[in-house]
């Protein structure tokens, strides 16, 4: 089964080494956006099944478009993919809906095992050192 990822990402060098990440498996990503609004627009009108999205990005943050988003479209997957270890921001994620919270220091595998898993409707909360916590 292919699994259409929404990557939420400004940094083109980001994009590039997830588009890497994710060649020659089952996820497929159907679009980037680049801005907070373009992740809004694209996560409301397409056909994603997982975003992966950042928390710093231009015109809206990653809270901002979570708090847009899932609102009118619950069944998308959203994973935060950020470098900011803050409890604070993993608990605002979570309560904004996000399905999981992992750091950009995750290996390759472990990023790919997130969207799978989060695309099996699994919560997954990774911090920074690779622990897995649940709430």
């Known amino acids: ?4 990822l929404l990557i939420a990402e400004d940094h ?3 994009r590039e080494g ?3 990440t994710f060649e020659d498996t089952e996820i497929e990503i159907n679009n980037e956006a680049t801005t907070g609004d373009e992740a809004v627009q694209m996560a409301l009108t397409g056909d994603a099944d997982v975003m992966l999205l950042d928390i710093k990005m231009p015109q809206r943050d990653g809270f901002e478009v979570l708090q847009a988003v899932k609102p009118k479209k ?3 997957h959203i994973v935060i993919y950020t470098q900011h270890e803050r409890t604070s921001f993993q608990d605002r994620a979570r309560q904004l809906g996000a399905s999981g919270y992992l750091h ?3 290996a390759p595998e472990d990023l790919i095992d997130a969207v799978r898993r989060v695309n099996r409707g699994e919560d997954l909360w990774i911090s920074s050192k690779g622990n897995e916590y649940t709430n």
């Open 1 to 4: 089964m292919v699994i259409q």
């Open 12 to 14: 083109p060098w980001v």
């Open 18 to 20: 997830l588009r890497a």
């Open 74 to 76: 619950p069944a998308l």
């Open 104 to 106: 950009k220091r995750a």
